[in-house]
Nanobody, 127 residues
Framework: QVQLVESGGALVQPGGSLRISCEAAGFALDFLAVGWFRRAPGKDVEGIACIGSEEDRPYVVNSLMGRFTISRDNGKRTMYLEMNDLRPDDTAVYSC????????????????????WGRGTQVTVSS
């Protein structure tokens, strides 16, 4: 069972930047896709970024492309989400989870396919 632990959430001013991390406890992520999700207050979980298991290709939803970047370290035990030009509506609990793929057919980051969810890290964007 892969355990994922998020860290790095913080209070950030609008326009600021933040990098959050997702570490796999005791397991390499070589054969898993790892996705970042977020849940804003009063809203459903939203899948926002993923790195595939085989090609290490990064995917970011169109609405966040250019501001958010996903990456993984060489050891493939830690994933990162770099967030720039943060806005108040980016405020959410950010969580990571693992699956075999980022895409299932035409569905990107279907929540039901992902498990080993971390507890999440709070990102608050406010002045």
């Amino acid at each position: 069972q892969v355990q994922l632990v998020e860290s790095g959430g913080a209070l950030v001013q609008p326009g600021g930047s933040l990098r959050i991390s997702c570490e796999a406890a005791g397991f390499a992520l070589d054969f898993l896709a790892v996705g970042w999700f977020r849940r804003a207050p009063g809203k459903d979980v939203e899948g926002i970024a993923c790195i595939g298991s085989e090609e290490d290709r990064p995917y970011v939803v169109n609405s966040l492309m250019g501001r958010f970047t996903i990456s993984r370290d060489n050891g493939k035990r830690t994933m990162y989400l770099e967030m720039n030009d943060l806005r108040p509506d980016d405020t959410a609990v950010y969580s990571c989870a693992a699956a075999r793929w980022c895409w299932y057919g035409s569905n990107f980051l279907p929540v039901e396919k992902f498990d080993s969810w971390g507890r999440g890290t709070q990102v608050t964007v406010s002045s």
